[in-house]
Antibody, heavy 114, light 107 residues
C-alpha cells in the first residue's frame, strides 16, 4: 500500500526558506511522479508544481516560479519541496500527492511569523 | 490557467438526501477531472477520477459524470460520514487547478 509521510511542522521568519520532505513507501518514487499542493487556513487547494514524466522536467505553477524548488531523491524514495523568501501569506498546510491523485501525505504546517 | 468554478459553495442537506455538486471548467478538459472529500484537519481523499471512475474503496453512493467543461458529483443518499467539503480538480494540463470547494452541512 502506498504511503506518503511528511516531515513535521515548521515555524519560520519572513524572508527565510523552508524545506519539506515526503517519504514514500509501498512503491518506488521513480515509478510515479510527485506533486505538491498547499492550502492556506480556511481556503482552497493550490497546486505548486510537479514532475512531468513525459518532458522529463519539473513544472512549477507560475505563481511560485523562482521561489519553489522540487527535488526527488530516488535512492531514498524521498521528495522535497523548498520554498524561499517566505512571507506571511505562505502560512499554509503543504501536501505531497502522487501524480495518480490517490495518495496524499498527511500535510506539513508551515507558519511564517516574525 | 484553466479556471474551475464549483457550485454551490455551501449546501445544507439531511441524511438520506440526494446531493448534487457541479463543476465547470473555463475550457475543455475532456474527462481529466477528479473529485475529493476533505474533512477538517485531514488531507483530501480521492473519490472520483477521470470524471466518472470510482476510486477503490469509495462507497457506490458517490458517482461522477460529465465531460468537456461541465461535471457533476452526486451522492445518492447522504450519510452522516459525508458531511465535509468537496473539491473538483482538473488535471488536463500540467497546471492543476481546483474548484473553490463545496461545504456540505447538516440541515
Amino acid at each position: 500500500q502506498v504511503q506518503l509521510v511528511q516531515s513535521g511542522a515548521e515555524l519560520k521568519k519572513p524572508g527565510a526558506s523552508v524545506k519539506v520532505s515526503c517519504s514514500v513507501s509501498g512503491y518506488r518514487l521513480i515509478e510515479l511522479p510527485m506533486h505538491w499542493v498547499r492550502q492556506a487556513p480556511g481556503t482552497g487547494l493550490e497546486w505548486m508544481g510537479g514532475f512531468d514524466a513525459e518532458k522529463g522536467e519539473t513544472i512549477y505553477a507560475q505563481k511560485f516560479q523562482g521561489r519553489v524548488t522540487l527535488t526527488e531523491d530516488t535512492s531514498t524514495d524521498t521528495a522535497h519541496m523548498e520554498l524561499s523568501s517566505l512571507r506571511s501569506e505562505d502560512t499554509a498546510m503543504y501536501y505531497c500527492v502522487t501524480e495518480n491523485l490517490n495518495a496524499w501525505g498527511q500535510g506539513t504546517l508551515v507558519t511564517v511569523s516574525s | 490557467d484553466i479556471q474551475m468554478t464549483q457550485s454551490p459553495s455551501t449546501l445544507s442537506a439531511s441524511v438520506g438526501d440526494r446531493v448534487t455538486i457541479t463543476c465547470r471548467a473555463s475550457q475543455s478538459i475532456s474527462s481529466w477531472l477528479a473529485w475529493y472529500q476533505q474533512k477538517p484537519g485531514k488531507a483530501p481523499k480521492l473519490l472520483i477520477y477521470k470524471a466518472s471512475s470510482l476510486e477503490s474503496g469509495v462507497p457506490s453512493r458517490f458517482s461522477g459524470s460529465g465531460s468537456g467543461t461541465d461535471f457533476t458529483l452526486t451522492i445518492s443518499s447522504l450519510q452522516p460520514d459525508d458531511f465535509a467539503t468537496y473539491y473538483c480538480q482538473q488535471y488536463n494540463s500540467y497546471s492543476w487547478t481546483f474548484g473553490q470547494g463545496t461545504k456540505v452541512e447538516i440541515k
